[in-house]
């Protein structure tokens, strides 16, 4: 299928690695020019390269830390100043801490809301009026499953990513009447690097053995395996196109079934 996304200008945080490279290297690869953030921009240039090369398109490496407000405006003005807007924006953000309610203190909740809700509050801010301008776009904030079903010693990003949801929500009708479509995709337990760093919390918090650990993460997936970034990736492409053209206001579980409700 052709999802028609050839020289569609996108912009994709937190791209170096994880799922927000998976994004950047589906999209690139059905041509779309993709400027892709993170703060270290020597690792962002060779991705960057390949994937101009896969899709034949032009990329951007670009340097941005979330947690600043400046630097977020800066980078999505250089991808305006170079390309002349943003069609596509795929809203990444890193995972805040994990661990039990009562074993996190006020300042952790602190940098959660400044590491998962602001930096996509201000990169809304700085990208929806260049999709108006343009006469449309898609938005796409890659939350949790947590969203949906309960992730135990999970609730920074439970909570968090909840308020993401409801900004999703909200501008899916807001922005309807300006053709921006506004969706999240929310992601069960997937092979990247971040659900290592999970997987060996919930060792360290519980005690086990890592095979055990796996199993906390495993035992409620029906397909009892790990999500491929990749395919991933693809979903992303999918939702960004115009095979979606019909989706706002979405939050779509990529969880092998681990969500329960419907």
């Known amino acids: 299928m052709d999802l028609k996304l050839r020289n569609k200008r996108a912009l ?6 994880g799922l ?3 994004s950047a290297r589906a999209i690139g690869g059905e041509g779309a020019r993709v400027a892709m ?22 990329t951007m490496a670009l340097a941005m830390d979330l947690s600043d407000p400046a630097s977020i405006r800066q980078g999505v003005d250089a991808v305006i100043r170079k390309w002349g807007g943003v069609d596509i924006l795929v809203a990444n953000t890193p995972g805040p801490s994990a661990g039990p309610f009562m074993s996190l203190p006020r300042d952790e909740w602190y940098t959660a809301i400044n590491m998962t809700i602001m930096p996509v509050v201000d990169l809304l801010h700085a990208v929806v009026p260049s999709m108006k301008a343009s006469g449309g776009g898609r938005i ?3 939350t949790t499953i947590g969203v949906k079903t309960i992730q135990p010693s999970m609730v920074l990003s439970n909570a968090t990513r909840l308020a993401i949801t409801g900004i999703v929500k909200t501008l899916s ?5 300006d053709n921006i479509l506004v969706n999240a995709l ?11 760093e999970l997987i060996d ?8 053995d890592r095979a055990a650990a796996e199993a906390v993460w495993l035992d409620e997936v029906p397909l009892r395996r790990m999500g491929r970034a990749e395919d991933f990736g693809k979903m992303i492409a999918v939702l960004v196109s115009e095979a979606s053209s019909y989706i706002t206001g979405a939050s779509i579980p990529f969880d092998g079934g681990k969500a329960k409700g419907y």
């Open 201 to 208: 919390a919930t060792q360290k918090e519980k005690g086990i």
């Open 20 to 22: 927000g490279l998976a």
């Open 12 to 17: 994709v945080t937190a791209a170096s690695r």
């Open 140 to 142: 796409v904030c890659i």
């Open 186 to 196: 929310c992601p069960g337990p997937i092979d990247t690097d971040r659900m290592i």
């Open 37 to 58: 953030t993170g703060r270290s921009v020597a690792t962002l240039e060779k991705e960057a390269q390949e994937i101009a090369r896969a899709g034949q398109t032009e």
């Open 173 to 177: 009708v807001e922005l309807a009447a």
